[in-house]
């Protein structure tokens, strides 16, 4: 059985819907049950999960709550002996903004678990936070409208999870291709957020008109729900990025052996979101 945390999310309800056509068993954890194989618990409550963990092999992390050791802990006295991480991609490239994501992989690595963690850069899903402007008036703002970065398809994290999930130990060795390992995912190319709206016009086949919000509008509206040292490292990130941020990273390719997915043909996908 595997266990997988944040299950009702963009990755998480790829990943479950994945795993299950693999005829694999699935325990899918969220705040709120959404299906019959979600059950309802708190990673910010690590004390009742030990029941849920029990009898799995493998768990899906995210990075959510602030007791990751408590977390592993359960798990592991469970009888879990592999733990794949979504953490961020600013982990590596922006640690101190990043604080939250690099204490979650500090506790993966001295888990004594085998473990894979996952670097993920920017989700096309990120666009649905356009879809209201979008369908009410085909507007879609955000900062640094020609700033480039290689966001990646929710679905292809969702892929690479549940490849490093399903790869068997080897027999001799007991370990996995994946373990130890830390991987960058990202999309093919970057796209800037002007580039992204017009893909989503073109997935409407109508026009939709991007405007470009100032550092200080974008600040606002991001405080509402990300703590201040995440919005600040996050408006870094988007608006001067560093040359690793915007980088393709080859894991995508590496992990599935096919490229990552177009912002295009993710909007073409998800189109109905925002008629």
């Known amino acids: ?71 592993l802990d ?3 006295s469970a009888g879990v002996r592999k733990v794949v991480l979504l953490s961020s991609q600013g982990a590596g490239t922006r640690p101190e903004a990043y604080a939250h994501p690099r204490r979650f992989e500090a506790a993966v690595r001295e888990s004594g678990l085998d473990w894979t963690i996952l670097r993920s850069g920017g989700l096309d899903s990120n666009a649905f936070a356009w879809a209201e402007s979008i369908r009410a008036r085909r507007t879609a ?28 130990a080897d027999t001799a060795t007991h370990t996995t291709t994946h373990t130890g390992v830390t991987y960058t995912l990202t999309g093919p190319a970057p796209t800037t957020p002007r580039a992204r709206a017009a893909a989503i016009a073109t997935a409407l086949g109508e026009p939709v008109t991007f405007t470009e919000q100032t550092r200080a509008e974008a600040h606002e509206v991001m405080a509402r729900f990300m703590p201040l040292p995440v919005v600040e490292g996050t408006l870094a990130l988007l608006g001067e990025p560093t040359e690793e941020e915007r980088r393709v990273s080859p894991d995508v390719e590496r992990v599935l052996g096919r490229a990552p997915v177009a912002f295009a043909a993710w909007a073409e996908r998800n189109a109905v979101a925002f008629r």
């Open 1 to 71: 059985m595997i266990v997988v945390t944040g299950a009702t999310g963009n990755v998480g309800r790829t990943l479950v819907r994945t795993l299950t056509e693999d005829q694999v068993q699935v325990t899918g954890v969220a705040r709120h049950i959404s299906g019959p194989r979600t059950v309802s618990a708190d990673l910010a409550e690590p004390d009742g999960l030990r029941d849920v963990f029990e009898g799995a092999e493998a768990l899906f992390l995210l990075v959510a709550g602030e007791r990751p050791y408590d977390v």
């Open 74 to 76: 359960a798990a592991k």
């Open 141 to 168: 703002a955000a900062p640094f409208g020609d700033v480039g970065l290689p966001f990646v398809d929710p679905d292809d994290v969702a892929a690479v999870a549940a490849a490093v999930l399903l790869t068997d």
